[in-house]
């Protein structure tokens, strides 16, 4: 059940080809095409909007990624008529799932865009609370590339300031003082 659940996962990642480190959509722009997506798509959508470009995930038994281009572009004429994009659909999730991991290790490799990938993502988890199956998978994905990453490196880059981020994102204020004072005491025996 959870493979048929996951190959209805979907991805469509949309970048400059002149790749200038800048948004392709301002924030307030991204949230409202999320906000388009959703009343056609469904509450199933999530958009990452990053300096390398945009990724959407989105769980559906129908591909709408022609529907998401044609979107897309018409949003991007209205900032930058001479901008040109890149699209690549990932139609399973398989695919998806080996995009969102390859982006996440990749940003690894630099530590500054890692941090910020990583926050980016936990606001996003924390503001779409409407979403539980893509918001379920890509946590997982992230935490497992996490894992992985560890392996591989032996330290995750700004692992301090990502558990202090997750902290910082707790519902219960009581459960927030608790993980506090346990991650600083565990930083302390680290020293």
């Known amino acids: 059940m959870e493979s048929q659940k996951l190959q209805n996962l979907k991805s469509v990642t949309i970048k400059d080809y002149k790749f200038k480190r800048r948004l392709l959509l301002k924030p307030y ?25 945009i990724q959407i995930f989105y769980y559906s038994k129908k591909n709408y990624s ?18 040109e994009l890149k699209f690549t659909n990932q139609n399973n999730g398989t695919e998806a799932r080996k995009q969102f991991k390859n982006a996440v290790y990749t940003f690894s490799q630099y530590p500054q865009l890692f941090l910020a990938y990583s926050k980016k993502f936990i ?5 779409n609370t409407k979403s539980k199956i893509v918001i379920s998978f890509l946590n997982i994905f992230f935490e497992k590339t996490l894992t992985t ?8 880059p700004f692992q301090n300031k990502l558990n202090l981020n997750k902290i910082k994102k707790i519902n219960s204020e009581v459960n927030q003082k608790l993980l506090y004072s346990l991650f600083k005491d565990n930083k302390l025996h680290l020293n």
């Open 66 to 83: 022609q529907f998401i281009k044609e979107s897309m572009l018409l949003y991007c004429i209205k900032v930058n008529q001479n901008i």
């Open 29 to 53: 722009l991204a949230k409202q095409f999320l906000s388009f997506l959703q009343e056609f798509i469904g509450n199933e959508v999530i958009l990452i909007n990053t300096n390398t470009g």
């Open 123 to 127: 606001k996003i988890k924390n503001e």
């Open 149 to 156: 990453i560890s392996k591989n490196k032996g330290v995750i």
